[in-house]
C-alpha cells in the first residue's frame, strides 16, 4: 500500500527477462536461389538481370578499387578528408545507377544490359588514375614543341 512502511529489499544475485526472438524474414526469392549455370543458359529477361548483378559486383569491386587509389592521395596542406566527398558520391552514384539498371532489365525497360555503367566507371576511374601522369605528359610535350620553334 502505498504510504505504508511494511515492504520488503529483495536482492538478486543476476536479474534477467527472456526475450522473444524476433522475427527475421529473409525473402530469398527463387531467382536468388537458382544456380549460376541455369541462369546463363536462360532467356528470361529478369534471369539475365540476376546473372548481370551476380557478375557486377566483383566489377564493382575491382572498379570502386581503381577509383580509390587516386581519391587517397591527398596533399598535406588541403587535409585527409578533402577527396572523401568526392569518392562517397562516385561510389554512391555508381551502385545507384547500377541498382537503377538491374531494375529496368527485369522489367524489360532496356536491353542493353549492365556493363556500360561499368565501362562508363572505368573510364572515370583510369581517368582519374591518370590524370596526372598525362597532365605531366602534356607540359613537357608542350615545352618540347615550344623548345623546338
Known amino acids: 500500500m502505498p504510504g505504508q512502511a511494511n515492504y520488503r529489499v529483495i536482492q538478486y544475485d543476476t536479474y534477467g527477462v527472456m526475450l522473444p526472438k524476433p522475427d527475421v524474414s529473409e525473402d530469398i526469392t527463387a531467382r536468388e536461389a537458382t544456380p549460376t549455370g541455369v541462369l ?20 564493382l569491386v575491382f572498379i570502386v578499387t ?5 581519391l587517397a592521395k591527398v596533399n598535406p596542406r588541403q587535409g585527409r578528408f578533402l577527396k572523401l566527398l568526392p569518392a562517397i558520391l562516385l561510389y554512391m552514384a555508381y551502385l545507384t545507377l547500377l541498382i537503377a539498371v538491374r531494375g529496368a532489365l527485369e522489367k524489360g525497360r532496356m536491353q542493353v544490359g549492365m556493363w556500360w555503367v561499368h565501362a562508363l566507371f572505368l573510364a572515370i576511374g583510369l581517368g582519374i588514375f591518370y590524370w596526372e601522369p598525362l597532365k605531366h605528359w602534356r607540359a613537357r610535350r608542350r615545352d618540347t614543341l615550344e623548345a623546338a620553334q
Open 40 to 59: 546463363w543458359a536462360s532467356s528470361e529477361k529478369a534471369d539475365r538481370a540476376e546473372l548481370q548483378w551476380r557478375l557486377s559486383l566483383p566489377l
Open 66 to 70: 581503381l577509383l580509390a587509389v587516386p
